[in-house]
T-cell receptor, first 115, second 111 residues
Framework: DQQVKQNSPSLSVQEGRISILNCDYT??????FLWYKKYPAEGPTFLIS?????DKNEDGRFTVFLNKSAKHLSLHIVPSQPGDSAVYFC??????????????FGKGTRLSVIA | NAGVTQTPKFRVLKTGQSMTLLCAQD?????MYWYRQDPGMGLRLIHY???????AKGEVPDGYNVSRLKKQNFLLGLESAAPSQTSVYFC??????????FGNGTRLTVT
């Protein structure tokens, strides 16, 4: 039973355009959501997060939107750059990673930004 | 400041052999985790620890054991390796309420 779903295994976007990566979750107890970025042969690196008390969080070119009623979040990258090409993982937890509720990850979406 | 260091980076085992994967962090983090990444499966939690001397099972714990004898180290053991344990293993650590910091992974092949 997958609690965090990324239904698009891959996405291709032209350089300079917007990339939108989607994520759905089933556990209504999740209250902290994160996006990680992973390059080949490296570990995932933290990108941006959002708490359930907000519906938007922005950091430079990256914005995460949270729709609690739909149990859906999305990551927007504007403008997309070739260096953004990577696998993006959505993750969720309860109580902001209290330790007793570790992060649950989606399967990832491979983003390719074409120059 | 090395962050999270995993050793070895690569390893090939034969079915039935045993080995230990080492994870060390220098950030004084309380929490440590072991995940495995398989094609099309994302990151799945094997075991985790919320402090020195404590461990807990994650989503896919079977066939693995862990120990957290020191705060900075988290060991993952395979007692009798199976081909199904061929994977990339990631260790991570964090403070409570903060994002996880990952190591660069150990690629394990079991033949």
């Amino acid at each position: 039973d997958q609690q965090v779903k990324q239904n698009s295994p891959s996405l291709s976007v032209q350089e300079g355009r917007i990339s939108i990566l989607n994520c759905d979750y089933t556990n209504s107890m999740f209250d902290y959501f994160l996006w990680y970025k992973k390059y080949p042969a490296e570990g995932p690196t933290f990108l941006i997060s959002i708490s359930s008390i907000k519906d938007k969080n922005e950091d430079g070119r990256f914005t995460v939107f949270l729709n609690k009623s739909a149990k859906h979040l999305s990551l927007h990258i504007v403008p997309s750059q070739p260096g953004d090409s990577a696998v993006y993982f959505c993750a969720a937890s309860r109580f902001r990673n209290s330790g007793n509720t570790p992060l649950v990850f989606g399967k990832g979406t491979r983003l390719s930004v074409i120059a | 400041n090395a962050g999270v260091t995993q050793t070895p980076k690569f390893r090939v085992l034969k079915t039935g052999q045993s080995m230990t994967l080492l994870c060390a962090q220098d950030m004084n983090h309380e929490y440590m985790y072991w995940y495995r990444q398989d094609p099309g499966m994302g990151l799945r939690l094997i075991h985790y620890s919320v402090g020195e001397g404590t461990t807990a099972k994650g989503e896919v714990p079977d066939g693995y054991n862990v120990s957290r004898l020191k705060k900075q180290n988290f060991l993952l053991g395979l007692e009798s390796a199976a081909p199904s344990q061929t994977s990339v293993y990631f260790c991570a650590s964090s403070y409570p309420g903060s994002p996880l910091h990952f190591g660069n992974g150990t690629r394990l092949t079991v033949t």
